[in-house]
């Protein structure tokens, strides 16, 4: 069962305009969101991330169509107000101590005295601010504010954590501590989180599912994100082992990437950098593996229809256990004659590779 | 001149200091008829600003324009207005309300309710839209959200009953229409600054001033310490 699932959704902020019916800021025909992964919704500003969030947590109202919650319809269910939080993306906090707010929402929910306090302590702790309980909330800076009104979401231990661009007003060294910080939320909490972020190499990091928004639209990312970290130089070689879990053992396949230091924890390869063929390549590229066809995916994004040329196809493929995907047009799909279940060559360059 | 000035000057002092009992009985007078003016208009105009934020209905707009219009209402149009309904000719006559403490506290509610009420509106539509979002979202109720919206704002809205009590304590248009200026019984502050220095009595005027004056300053001060906060 899907967490979330929205079918035929349609937001507008003004019914009309002009005397014409209000052009959406968001429209999407299908999203699942599944419970116990962080989900990262990806877009420029304005692309309709914020309004997907709060819709998300019924703080906007679909103008059109459907977002059930565990199978219940948010505009009539009870369980999303009590199960989920929305963080904002300059976090407001209420006037007083980093206490009273972190207590807020356990107060509404008739927790006794002592469990308000163990609560609150355990979460600031958590948020690394264990101390903080006594300090204004005004005298905070701008990262501990955030770290702040996450403890008040995360006290009420939330089913789902909407958290809307929370790297967008703290510095590097900030957002560093906010992944860890989140990895602890997920292993500790076990919550699903939902991110709103147009910062890339954050979102390759931290999402196991990448959302991509643009002008209101659901669109493909087009890369292959590979969650797994870099094992040791083999002949000058860079080797990244792709791991499922990210943090698990060992996992296949190794690939070849660029020559450079750090540990890395996720390779990204955009579609189009991956050839097929039917026959192993003799090239430069030092990433060859063989894999079984898995499913096609008609690619008619809004640059194809623009430029008026014919469609392109996202082919999925097996690689020892991992799908991987890669963008092909029809000619070259046709030319291959490639139907699932076919083994097919893919071969892409280490220097493709992005590593995060 | 600049020696009979030092002189109704030292002379105004000196009342004060010697506790002349009609300047204090005066002063006294004034503070009671401020305050419980300003009380009543508290519970009509504090719910009424609340009511006016947290729910939309028809025409929301133009009372709203109304009220702020209201706030420049001239002590003496509202005198004339209650003095049309409280004299003996008028609709309630029958009740004696002329010419007594009731009229002045009536007419000074008149005063200082569009000022609380708008001001209470415009504190709590002044509040960060995230407020009530993040309210909803931690699962807040409506009477939470009220709650708490009173408390985040709860610094406007006592700097608002002190400036409704700033106004209601320095007009003299109501007081003198109302009041009538009675001796040992309506004569407020502001009437007797009035009839004193029209009489030539310049020390019981300026001994008068120099308390409504320090009535005033201590009004701006705990204003000014209570809204600091917020900036």
């Known amino acids: 069962m899907a967490l979330f699932s929205i079918e035929g959704l349609r937001f507008s902020y003004t019914a009309e305009y002009r005397g014409k019916k209000a052009p959406a800021v968001l429209e999407i025909d299908r999203l699942e969101i599944n419970a116990g992964k962080i989900y990262v919704l990806l877009g420029s500003n304005g692309s309709g991330k914020t309004t997907l969030l709060k819709l998300m947590n019924r703080l906007l109202l679909p103008t059109k169509g459907s977002i059930c919650f565990q199978d219940e319809d948010i505009l009539t269910g009870s369980t999303l107000r009590q199960r989920t939080v929305y963080v904002h993306q300059n976090p407001l906090l209420f006037s007083g101590t980093v206490y009273s707010n972190v207590a807020y929402g356990l107060k509404l929910r008739k927790f006794s005295h002592r469990e308000v306090q163990q609560r609150v302590h355990r979460t600031l702790k958590v948020v690394g601010l264990q101390g903080f309980e006594r300090k204004r909330s005004s005298a905070l800076s701008g990262g501990e504010a955030q770290r702040v009104a996450i403890a008040r979401a995360l006290a009420v231990e939330p089913e789902v954590l909407l958290l809307d661009e929370p790297t967008s007003s703290i510095d590097k060294d900030s957002i560093g501590k906010l992944e860890q910080l989140l990895a602890a939320i997920q292993r500790d909490y076990g919550c699903t989180i939902i991110i709103s972020s147009h910062n890339l190499p954050f979102a390759y990091r931290m999402g196991d599912t990448l959302i991509k928004l643009e002008d209101g639209r659901l669109v493909p990312t087009g890369q292959n994100i590979l969650k797994g970290h870099m094992s040791s130089a083999k002949a000058g070689n860079r080797i990244f082992q792709v791991c499922e879990p990210p943090g698990g053992p060992p996992g296949r396949p190794a690939i070849f990437c660029p020559d450079i230091d750090g540990h890395f924890t996720t390779a990204v390869i955009d579609y189009d950098r991956i050839l097929l063929s039917d026959e192993p390549l003799h090239s430069s590229a030092q990433n060859c593996f063989k894999g079984t066809v898995y499913s096609f995916t008609a690619y008619d994004g809004p640059e194809q229809s623009s430029w008026n040329s014919p469609g392109l196809v996202d082919v999925t493929l097996d690689v020892e256990g991992r799908l991987i995907t890669s963008r092909i047009t029809r000619k070259s799909l046709e030319e291959l004659a490639l139907s699932p279940g076919d083994k097919v060559y893919l071969s892409f360059k280490a220097s493709s590779i992005r590593l995060y | ?231």
């Not at chain 2, 502050?189 to 020390?203: H, P, R, V, Y």
């Open chain 2, 1 to 231: 001149m600049q020696n009979k000035m030092d002189t109704v000057f030292a002379e105004a002092l000196s009342l004060i200091l010697s506790g002349d009992k009609e300047l204090y009985f005066i002063a006294l007078t004034s503070l009671r008829f401020s305050l419980i003016s300003i009380l009543i208009a508290s519970f009509i105009s504090i719910p009424l600003g609340i009511l006016l934020h947290f729910y939309s209905f028809p025409l929301k707009r133009a009372l709203v324009s109304i009220l702020h219009a209201l706030m420049a209402l001239p002590t003496v149009v509202i005198g004339l207005l209650v003095f049309s309904f409280i004299s003996r000719s008028g609709p309630l006559g029958q009740l004696n309300l002329l010419f007594n403490p009731s009229g002045i506290i009536i007419g000074q509610v008149i005063l200082a309710s569009p000022i609380l009420t708008s001001l209470v509106y415009s504190g709590l539509s002044k509040l960060d839209p995230r407020f009530h979002e993040t309210l909803i979202t931690l699962a807040a109720r409506k009477a939470d959200i009220l709650r708490a919206s009173l408390t985040e704002a709860r610094f406007v809205i006592i700097s608002a009953v002190l400036a409704g009590f700033g106004r209601v304590i320095g007009e003299v248009g109501v007081s003198m229409m109302l009041g009538g200026n009675i001796r040992w019984y309506t004569r407020t502050m502001t009437t007797t600054i009035a009839l004193e220095t029209s009489k030539g009595n310049f020390e019981l005027g300026l001994s008068l001033g120099l308390i409504l004056m320090t009535v005033a300053l201590l009004i701006n001060g705990t204003t000014h310490m209570l809204v600091k906060p917020e900036v």
